[in-house]
Nanobody, 114 residues
Framework: VQLVESGGGLVQAGESLRLSCEVSEKITNFLAVGWYRQAPGKQRELVAA???????RFVDSEKGRFTISKDNAKNTVYLQMNDVKPEDTAVYYC?????????WGQGTQVTVSS
């Protein structure tokens, strides 16, 4: 399984950004998908997650500016980031989960300037 993230870059505070994660297999083969991030010197943390079936979404309460969505037909997961802040600077990773295994992408860098 390969996951390829894209959409990162350098943006200014207050702007919006949409990250994409293209999965090499049908995402309906997995239980859930999620976005994580890791800032320099910090642990990787969950940003948002969504089950493949159903509408329940998890978004970290401190990151209500972010929205996770998926397009099953394109096997792609998105993270819409609005009103970004300098503290959102990190490498953003996509993950898909099966019952006994998880798969990660290589990450995409997001840098927010003030």
């Amino acid at each position: 399984v390969q996951l390829v993230e894209s959409g990162g870059g350098l943006v200014q505070a207050g702007e919006s950004l949409r990250l994409s994660c293209e999965v090499s297999e049908k995402i309906t083969n997995f239980l859930a998908v999620g976005w994580y991030r890791q800032a320099p010197g910090k642990q990787r943390e969950l940003v948002a997650a969504i089950p493949i079936t159903g509408n329940l979404r998890f978004v970290d309460s401190e990151k209500g500016r972010f929205t996770i969505s998926k397009d099953n037909a394109k096997n792609t997961v998105y993270l819409q980031m609005n009103d970004v802040k300098p503290e959102d600077t990190a490498v953003y990773y996509c993950k898909v989960l099966r019952a006994v295994r998880e798969y990660w992408g290589q990450g995409t860098q997001v840098t927010v300037s003030s």
